[in-house]
């Protein structure tokens, strides 16, 4: 990833420092939260804390040169799909920055998969995902080009119950610290993200989880957001930071 193209994405979704959503996420919002003040929902807007929480991750990946050419994603969030929403809409900030420096966006295939934990799941996610490709296609009408090749991806979405249930190795895996993903489907160049509410006792849990992954998995390095220096052989402090 060239140098322009990196200051221009981090300039974009951190302007003055602070994290600032697309247009596409705004209009996206607002759409759920008139549909969620009809039927009662009320973690639409915390859900949306994790699509800022996703970009930023992503953008560190992006960084370290852990996005490739072929994305098969799974989302192991229970966001109802607005993990899947944060990283196509990463991409196609991406793509928009790619072109203006006339360089080749770095992604040329994508697979979309939502784990889900019960039958009504899909039902939701699918309404998240219609709403995003709505909002693509009143910026974005045009039936050619990236944009329509993201909103086919939310029309081709997939979902399993089983993280193992699938012959695929993922590539890319954003998982909650509850639902403890399963690190033998990464591929080998595969790359996972485990959040979780941000509570110190969380987050200790998390940091001590990830010692303790890596010292099981010979092939599994932290990369951030801290420790990579230590590679496999994570300090005990860690459990407790």
């Known amino acids: 990833m060239s140098c322009p193209v990196l200051d221009m994405?981090?300039?974009?979704?951190?302007?003055?420092?602070?994290?600032?959503?697309?247009?596409q996420l705004d209009a996206l919002q607002h759409g759920l939260v008139a549909a969620g003040a009809e039927t009662g929902?009320?973690?639409?807007?915390?859900?949306?804390?994790?699509?800022?929480?996703?970009?930023?991750?992503?953008?560190?990946?992006?960084?370290?040169?852990?996005?490739?050419?072929?994305?098969?994603?799974?989302?192991?969030?229970?966001?109802?799909?607005?993990?899947t929403v944060a990283l196509l809409d990463f991409l196609l900030l991406l793509s928009s920055i790619s072109a203006l420096y006339q360089r080749d966006l770095p992604t040329s295939e994508l697979t979309l998969t939502v784990l889900i934990q019960r039958d009504s799941e899909p039902d939701a996610v699918r309404r998240v995902l219609g709403e995003y490709e709505s909002v693509l296609r009143d910026r974005y009408p045009a039936d050619d080009g990236f944009p329509a090749r993201l909103r086919e991806?939310?029309?081709d979405v997939r979902f399993v119950k089983q993280q193992s249930s699938s012959e695929d190795a993922w590539d890319l895996i954003v998982a909650d610290a509850t639902e403890c993903p399963d690190v033998e489907r990464l591929s080998p160049a595969g790359s996972l993200i485990v959040r979780t509410g941000g509570t110190r006792r969380e987050s200790s849990a998390l940091s001590a989880w990830r010692r303790s992954i890596v010292r099981q998995h010979s092939d599994l390095m932290p990369v951030g957001p801290c420790g990579e220096e230590f590679g496999r052989s994570l300090p005990e402090?860690?459990?407790?930071?």
Do not use: W
Request: hydrophobic share 30%; aromatic share 4%.
């Open 41 to 83: 929902e009320t973690n639409v807007d915390e859900n949306h804390v994790a699509v800022g929480k996703t970009q930023l991750e992503l953008l560190d990946l992006v960084r370290r040169n852990r996005i490739g050419e072929s994305i098969r994603f799974l989302d192991a969030t229970a966001t109802d799909g607005l993990s």
């Open 153 to 155: 991806s939310t029309v």
């Open 9 to 23: 994405l981090e300039r974009t979704l951190l302007p003055n420092g602070t994290f600032r959503q697309s247009p």
């Open 237 to 241: 402090c860690c459990d407790q930071c």
